[in-house]
């Protein structure tokens, strides 16, 4: 019975002490746009297939806010013609620390996603 107790003890431990990664942000990602399409267009039709609620906020800046079950993320998405950044700007309930620029791993998940998407939208 003690084994078993000390097993469970350092694997609580150790998933209580694990290093949540850095923020993930895209920088400058130059996309090839469609004829007919534009990088708006695709930014709005991937952020809402992905359920974010997007609003842009000035010309070539996207204001991007995504909620999940008591978590929620804030991004701004600033792009031109051809390329676009995910910028982080805040976030609830994702453990992040501003000191070691680090945030719950959903967060990466939900970035890459959006980007993802947004590539594929702007090249149909």
């Not at 002490?17 to 130059?30: M, Q």
């Not at 000035?58 to 910028?87: C, M, W």
């Amino acid at each position: 019975m003690k084994k078993y107790l000390f097993i469970l003890s350092v694997c609580l431990f150790a998933a209580a002490c694990r290093s949540y990664p850095t923020v993930y942000e895209v920088k400058d990602c130059f996309v090839t746009v469609s004829e007919g399409q534009t990088l708006r267009q695709a930014i709005f039709q991937a952020g809402k297939g992905r359920r974010w609620v997007m609003y842009e906020k000035e010309p070539g800046l996207i204001q991007a806010r995504l909620k999940v079950r008591g978590h929620e993320v804030a991004v701004n998405i600033p792009y031109t013609q051809d390329s676009f950044s995910i910028e982080y700007v805040s976030s609830e309930n994702m453990n992040y620390n501003p000191e070691k620029n680090r945030i719950h791993p959903k967060y990466t998940q939900w970035v890459r996603n959006l980007e993802a998407d947004i590539t594929r939208f702007a090249q149909r």
